[in-house]
């Protein structure tokens, strides 16, 4: 097949296909066939309370839970059900878990420069700096000097010097500021503009209608709705119902 050819198949399947994952904790499963498919290019939340499984569910795609995983996770055709995490990455996965993971020790360049680049098309360190201008000015601190705002913009760095294309975050907006919250959605969003595919964990779906084509309802390990963004006023008092608000 023809490059041309090729790239037009690429675009036109979904960027991450989920299909009957199971996850396990020990003897505890925890996901119970989750099903769901993000399209290029789009941003898609996990939405539900908590214990509903939406973390658990990032790390399942990522390969980081332990072995007993069961389904189909395609990365763009890709089949990642039986590879390791660091091969994940290689396919242009990248994952911003909840705690950040921000070494105290390390400036905040010397976090930033840390993750290896492992694939074509990350941003460089100036890119990064112009996403974040607050990286900039704290780029010589050390990382448990930075705001719980500076480290979760931190720790969405890091992830695109890698190389990914699709990015995991688990609720980059808990704890912060109403200020902050903003700045990270329009990050978000100007990451979706330049090409990025985002699948989002989100309790608070006030923010995730400002940045979400979709939401997926997680219940029990499981997808039990679907809500396009531009039907969640009508859905209101539905997705109540879901997050026991």
């Known amino acids: 097949m023809p490059p041309e050819a090729q790239a037009s198949a690429a675009a036109a399947m979904p960027a991450l296909e989920v299909t009957d994952l199971d996850a396990h904790y020990g003897e505890s499963q925890v996901l119970h066939g989750m099903s769901f498919s993000i399209d290029n290019c ?19 795609l ?7 995983r069961r389904g189909s996770v395609k990365l763009r055709g890709h089949e990642l059900i039986d590879l390791p995490s660091h091969r994940i990455a290689r396919l242009g996965l990248g994952y911003v878990p909840e705690e950040r993971g921000i070494y105290a020790s390390l400036t905040t360049e010397e976090n ?18 112009r ?12 990382g448990t000097k930075l705001s719980g705002g500076e480290q979760q913009m931190l720790a969405i760095g890091r992830i695109l010097r890698t ?33 990025y595919t985002i699948l989002l964990v989100e309790q608070n779906f006030q923010f995730a209608a400002t ?35």
Do not use: C, W
């Open 211 to 245: 940045v979400a084509d979709r939401h997926y309802v997680v219940e029990d390990g499981r997808v039990v709705d679907e809500i396009p963004n531009d039907q969640l006023e009508a859905n209101q008092s539905k997705l109540r119902d879901y997050l026991a608000m």
């Open 131 to 142: 996403i974040f201008p607050n990286l900039r000015e704290r780029a010589a601190s050390q």
């Open 163 to 195: 190389g990914a294309h699709t990015l995991l975050l688990d609720e980059p907006t808990e704890g912060l500021a109403p200020v902050i919250v903003q700045q990270i959605g329009a990050v978000i969003n100007q990451l979706k503009s330049r090409g």
């Open 42 to 60: 789009e941003v898609v939340t996990l939405l539900g309370r908590n214990g509903a499984g939406k973390s658990t569910a990032l790390m399942a």
């Open 112 to 129: 930033l420069l840390l993750p290896p680049v492992v694939r074509e098309g990350g941003m460089s360190v100036e890119e990064i700096y």
């Open 62 to 68: 990522m390969g980081m839970t332990p072995p007993q």
